[in-house]
């Protein structure tokens, strides 16, 4: 009986998130260290990071309305980053203000800092995920 407690409690701390930021920084780092979580505990992994923020880049996709976390808009943006190991994250991102939306332009990079609502796996390899965040500050990249 105790031997399954102490391997319940070391199966929760080896699925807890590695960092313990109330930022999380979706860059090469992230999906690198992501990379190594094993595919089982991945959904386990960005669980822990609901709610939080989160930063990210990418490639703008598409600019649509779509109502939901009671905002106008959805900026729907591919991590340039996560393609390097293999993955494919895409970014659904929800704003209220028309301007901003109307300022995004597809095909161009853009940086984000958004509050994590939740994330979707595209796939059962778990390489895969739809991340939703409500948008709080952006840039497009000049290049």
């Avoid at 340039?80 to 901003?100: C, E, M």
């Amino acid at each position: 009986m105790i031997r399954k407690h102490i391997a319940i409690l070391l199966l929760l701390l080896s699925v807890s998130p590695l960092y313990s930021d109330s930022e999380l920084v979706m860059d090469a780092a992230f999906f690198k260290k992501f990379n190594s979580v094993s595919i089982i505990a991945r959904d386990e992994y960005l669980e822990g990071y609901l709610n939080s923020i989160i930063i990210g880049r990418g490639k703008i996709r598409s600019v649509t309305e779509s109502e939901r976390y009671r905002k106008k808009f959805r900026v729907t943006v591919e991590s340039t980053d996560s393609v390097r190991y293999n993955h494919k994250f895409t970014f659904f991102l929800f704003l209220d203000n028309k301007d901003t939306a109307d300022l995004l332009t597809v095909d161009s990079e853009f940086e984000f800092k958004g509050q994590f609502m939740g994330y979707t796996p595209v796939n059962t390899k778990r390489n895969a995920y739809i991340i939703d965040a409500v948008l709080m500050d952006a840039s497009t990249v000049i290049e």
